[in-house]
C-alpha cells in the first residue's frame, strides 16, 4: 500500500513564503513523476508545477518565478518552496506521483489528502 503524505501547509501574509513537502511511503519499487496541484474553494483542481524523475520541471504560468519543485529522490520526497506568496495562491495543495510498487507492475497515479495554504493579511 503506498501513501503520500504531505505537510508544510498554514497562514501567511502576502509576500511571505512557505515550504510544502510530500513524502511517498509504502510498497515502491520506482517513482516517476511528481508533482503538486491545488484546489481553491469553488473552482476546480489545478495543476501547479511538476517534476520527472530526471529532475525536469514545469510550472503553471502563475507562479513561474515565484514557486519552485525539488524531489529527493533517495526519500522519496518532493517539495514545493512558495515565495512571495499572494492572496489568490489560497488554496488545499495536493501532492501527486506517478509509481509503481514491483518492477513487473505498471505506473499507478497516487495522491496525497492536502494541505491548506491560506495567504491572507
Known amino acids: 500500500q503506498v501513501q503520500l503524505v504531505e505537510s508544510g501547509g498554514g497562514l501567511v501574509q502576502p509576500g511571505g513564503s512557505l515550504r510544502l513537502s510530500c513524502a511517498a511511503s509504502g510498497r515502491i519499487f520506482s517513482i516517476y513523476a511528481m508533482g503538486w496541484y491545488r484546489q481553491a474553494p469553488g473552482k476546480q483542481r489545478e495543476l501547479v508545477a511538476t517534476i520527472t524523475s530526471g529532475g525536469s520541471t514545469y510550472y503553471t504560468d502563475s507562479v513561474k518565478g515565484r514557486f519552485t519543485i525539488s524531489r529527493d529522490n533517495a526519500e522519496n520526497t518532493v517539495y514545493l518552496q512558495m515565495n512571495s506568496l499572494k492572496p489568490e495562491d489560497t488554496a488545499v495543495y495536493y501532492c501527486?506521483?506517478?509509481?509503481?510498487?514491483?518492477?513487473?507492475?505498471?505506473?499507478?497515479?497516487?495522491w496525497g489528502q492536502g494541505t491548506q495554504v491560506t495567504v491572507s493579511s
Open positions: 501527486n506521483a506517478d509509481l509503481s510498487s514491483n518492477p513487473l507492475a505498471s505506473a499507478r497515479n497516487y
